[in-house]
């Protein structure tokens, strides 16, 4: 059974920086892109970033490009958000998700298997 476990969110300052890792199991995620989204209190879910197979191509959000990083390790199949300069509206909950492919973007249809998510609360 695939199962994606989110870790790494909390309570921070804006300004200040989070990690988020997401480890996967139940089958190998090293041939498939893998991405980050999130949903706000009220608001539809929405694309964060996304990592191709190898991690050599990642595309991001805009309201999130130039400070977010994401990254993978697929000896570990994991994979990491790195968020620095938070914002009070990047407030959500985060959720992982595995491509359907060696590729994936934005759509939220590219992504198979989902994660329950972790909060992320930026306070001002």
């Given at each position: 059974?695939?199962?994606?476990?989110e870790?790494?969110?909390?309570?921070?300052?804006?300004?200040?920086?989070?990690r988020?890792?997401?480890?996967?199991?139940?089958?190998?995620?090293?041939?498939?892109?893998?991405?980050?989204f999130?949903q706000?209190?009220?608001?539809?879910?929405?694309?964060?970033?996304a990592?191709?197979w190898?991690g050599?191509?990642?595309?991001?959000?805009?309201?999130?490009?130039?400070?977010?990083t994401?990254?993978?390790?697929?000896?570990?199949?994991?994979?990491?958000?790195?968020?620095?300069?938070?914002?009070?509206?990047?407030?959500?909950?985060?959720?992982?998700?595995?491509?359907?492919?060696?590729?994936?973007?934005s759509?939220?249809?590219?992504?198979?298997?989902?994660?329950?998510?972790t909060?992320?609360?930026?306070?001002?």
């Amino acid at each position: 059974q695939v199962q994606l476990v989110e870790s790494g969110g909390g309570l921070v300052q804006a300004g200040g920086s989070l990690r988020l890792s997401c480890a996967a199991s139940g089958r190998t995620f090293s041939t498939y892109a893998m991405g980050w989204f999130r949903q706000a209190p009220g608001k539809e879910r929405e694309f964060v970033s996304a990592i191709s197979w190898t991690g050599e191509s990642t595309s991001y959000a805009e309201s999130v490009e130039g400070r977010f990083t994401i990254s993978r390790d697929n000896a570990k199949n994991t994979i990491y958000l790195q968020m620095n300069s938070l914002k009070v509206e990047d407030t959500a909950v985060y959720y992982c998700a595995v491509g359907n492919s060696r590729y994936a973007g934005s759509w939220s249809q590219m992504y198979d298997y989902w994660g329950q998510g972790t909060q992320v609360t930026v306070s001002s």
